[in-house]
């Protein structure tokens, strides 16, 4: 009832909005002069006004003004700033104004740590969103040299790492299935390569990232901790064109430009590590002595693709495509194992301009994402794999009205099919064959409507609503209102506050205790309700230094209710009645993030602080059903204290320098406290069972690591080309990767006298060089 009164206030003062609000509004399209291409999160504004706002997915934008005469400034990263005049005499009046920006030669702006103005960022009414470009992650240093954009938002505030060495997102309080990772809009289930040491977003490929922490907008739905959204390039409309780079473990290559000028265009992007290549020679000539213990084999490849046609002056169509694999194998006379797993998605979209108020984006997509184990074991074969497959529709409509409205409103269905834990057990001669395994299916689906409202110069509103559901065996309806306000006190500070509601349906059963990826999804059941949160966030944003500094200060609190864990050992896999394994829980979050940036000058970067709290509590019907003994306590990825320096130096126009230093509160961890022996009825076969106290209530040894690189432009003959010089960890710090108990025994009578922790770290200080082309 509460979510109700709740929604029919909402849909009131949209309505009543409409009906009263009525100012002048200009509105148009960003593009490129070199390619045509929309400049999706460019900048437009009106410095006197202290207004501004960015372009959308179709590189559109409206502005909200007063009569009389302005000067409307449009940029974007790596391309020169327009600035054309408009007068406005009516009131009523609406008015055409669209911006074709010059590339420019970005050598000594290549710094700069963001597309847009930290003004713009100011008068944003959206608040805890991180923006980020391929260009910028690139100037960043690389682990092996191969830049991640992933690792890159690990950077800001409130987003942090699984741990060392990995891409994971915990975002605010959330487990890494909570993240909604969306690659043209079709869903990403594992965003990862190398068992999580990178991800599967080849920088040359994508256009953009957009990061959203809280403050969601109603179109999104389905996670509850965060979005991720990464745009794909285009292409250029020109004239073809290449670009990639060759690392330590791995090369790129990326080629763009048209098929028909200024009709079809194209760009497709690869990506392959080859450290296989090596350990594969190793092997060989290894093989037969003595001592030979194969290396495991391994290695990782991509693909993405992208066609866009103009159909006409109002119509555009693209197909998008992702292909990732990863192959993990190990091969010796007596044993033969094998790990595979990856993800496919692609994306048919039309865009549609029905006129200068009203655009339209609809698409089909599919996405799948799929492991396997395979064993082989003398004459027997074993095979495990777990899968999950999508369709979906979805159409989405802008449209800006007079009075400064910004009405976004769609709908969307997903078809999903789940195969969980799919077991074949066979006899190489074929005497034996066995089979096992659970599929599922449900139907996700969504609409929405919300109004970005400019009510005057110093206060927007962005409010929405969301009705989302999901039917199985059983139907579950939900409605899930958002909204976010901004006030500027005066033209340097700004206040701002969200609320969201979240739900989601699908969830990832993933055991823990594996060293390798055993990722399965389960839908939403009679006997398994969706997860639901809810999330308030305040803070304000301070411009100083004449406009070269930008503070921020937000605070935050989550409240999440049937969370999911597993009681003590749970079978995953070949399991008729999964769900009976689950716990369900309540989660809490809150924290403080302090983020400090500056984007001008030749020294640029950011500081970012988080001070947090992350809790989970599963008090069940019975002991078998309690963790902790019903009691609170900190997931393991609880950090009290997580702070990131980022600074990047122009030294010339063709040597910069770049540094990283992150430093955080070790991750909880349980210990046992004592142990027990036990001996048999006769005195013999002494077995020692540890004993445990409130789970993770112990912490590993902070984290820190300094990263250093360097950028020297070359001087090609034709085209553009560099060298990127990178070293991480520094001071080789030995960060803690896990702890374990090794047993200390007497040398004489080979007992047991003591239990010795030793730490075990991933990586130590870590040189490479990478080569940079374009032409």
Not at 42 to 55: E, Y
Not at 416 to 421: A, E, I, K, L, Y
Not at 644 to 655: A, G, I, M, T, Y
Request: glycine letters at 8%.
């Amino acid at each position: 009832m509460r979510f109700f009164h709740l929604s029919l206030t909402c849909m009131l003062l949209f309505l009543s909005a409409h009906c009263f609000a009525q100012k002048a509004v200009v509105r148009g399209v960003v593009r490129g002069t070199t390619d045509g291409e929309i400049l999706i999160g460019a900048t437009v504004a009106v410095p006197a006004l202290n207004l501004g706002t960015i372009t959308n997915e179709n590189g559109s934008y409206t502005l909200t003004l007063p009569a009389g005469e302005h000067e409307v400034h449009a940029s974007y990263l790596g391309y020169a700033s327009h600035t054309r005049q408009v007068r406005i005499t009516d009131t009523e009046q609406q008015q055409r104004l669209n911006f074709s920006l010059e590339p420019t030669n970005t050598e000594l702006r290549e710094v700069q740590v963001e597309t847009n103005t930290l003004r713009q960022k100011l008068n944003d009414t959206r608040m805890s969103v991180e923006r980020l470009t391929a260009r910028e992650a690139k100037l960043l240093p690389a682990l092996f040299g191969e830049v991640d954009l992933v690792k890159v938002l690990q950077l800001k505030p409130g987003v942090q790492s699984g741990g060392e060495g990995t891409s994971g997102l915990y975002v605010r309080g959330g487990g890494p299935d909570q993240n909604l990772v969306l690659l043209d809009d079709a869903v990403i289930y594992n965003p990862s390569h190398l068992f999580g040491f990178f991800s599967v977003f080849n920088p040359d490929a994508v256009e953009s990232v957009e990061l959203y922490k809280g403050g969601f907008p109603a179109q999104y739905g389905g996670r509850l901790s965060s979005v991720m959204e990464v745009k794909l390039n285009d292409g250029n409309n020109q004239g073809v064109r290449a670009n990639g780079g060759l690392g330590l473990i791995a090369s790129r290559l990326t080629v763009d430009g048209p098929i028909i000028k200024d009709k079809l265009r194209f760009v497709v992007s690869g990506r392959r590590t080859y450290a296989d290549i090596f350990t594969r020679q190793i092997n060989r000539l290894s093989e037969g002595k003595e001592d030979y213990s194969p290396i495991p084999d391994y290695y990782f490849y991509d693909l993405n693709a992208k066609l866009t046609y103009k159909l006409g002056r109002n119509d555009e169509l693209s197909l998008s495509g992702y292909y990732g694999r990863d192959f993990f194998g190990f091969n010796d006379d007596d044993f033969k194992f094998g790990f595979d797993w990856g993800n496919t998605m692609g994306t048919l979209r039309w865009r549609h301009k029905f006129n200068n108020s009203l655009y339209a984006t609809s698409s089909v997509q599919t996405t799948r994402y799929q492991y396997s184990i395979k064993n082989e074991i003398d004459v027997f074969n074993l095979s495990l794999t777990s899968a999950v497959r999508d369709y979906t529709f979805k159409t989405d409509f802008d449209l800006f009205l007079k009075g400064g409205h910004s009405v976004k409103f769609g709908a969307m269905a997903t078809h999903h099919h789940f195969t969980v834990g799919r077991l074949s057990f066979q006899a190489s001669d074929s005497t034996l064959n066995l089979g096992a395994g659970t599929t599922y299916s449900g139907v996700e689906f969504g609409a929405y409507a919300s109004d970005d409202y400019q009510v005057n110069a110093r206060l927007s509103v962005n409010y929405g609503l969301r009705l989302s559901g999901f039917r199985s065996d059983t139907t579950y309806i939900a409605f899930e209102p958002r909204t976010a306000v901004k006030y500027n006190l005066n033209e340097s500070t700004s206040v701002k506050a969200s609320f969201a509601s979240m739900k989601q349906y699908i969830h990832l059963v993933s055991n823990s205790g594996a060293s390798l990826p055993t990722d399965v999804w389960y839908p939403s059941t009679a006997g398994v309700a969706p997860q639901r949160s809810q999330q308030v966030a305040a803070g304000f944003s301070k411009l100083f230094g004449r406009g070269r500094y930008l503070l921020t200060n937000e605070v935050y609190y989550k409240w999440m209710r049937n969370q999911l864990d597993f009681r003590d050992g749970a079978n995953l896999f070949v399991n008729d009645s999964l769900q009976k394994e689950f716990l369900f829980g309540l989660g809490r979050s809150y924290g403080n993030e302090i983020y400090l940036e500056k984007i001008k000058g030749k020294t640029t970067g950011w500081v970012g602080y988080t001070l947090s709290w992350t809790y989970r509590k599963f008090d069940g019907s019975n002991d078998l059903d309690d963790i902790n003994d019903g009691n609170w306590f900190p997931t393991r990825y609880d950090r009290r204290h997580d702070l990131s320096l980022v600074l990047l130096h122009q030294l010339n126009k063709r040597l910069s320098l770049t540094g990283s230093f992150v430093f955080s509160s070790g991750n909880p961890y349980s210990i046992p406290v004592a142990r027990m022996a036990f001996q048999d009825v006769e005195g013999k076969g002494t077995s020692i069972v540890p004993i445990y106290e409130d789970r993770n209530s112990y912490r590993l040894s902070s984290y820190h690591r300094l990263d250093l690189s360097a950028v020297l432009k070359l001087r090609p003959k034709r085209g553009e080309a560099d060298l990127t010089f990178s070293v991480y960890n520094a001071y080789n710090r030995r960060n803690p990767y896990f702890v374990y108990f090794d047993q200390v025994k007497d040398k004489e009578r080979r007992d047991v006298v003591r239990f010795q922790a030793k730490q075990v770290s991933l990586f130590p200080i870590i040189p490479s060089v990478t080569y940079n082309f374009k032409f």
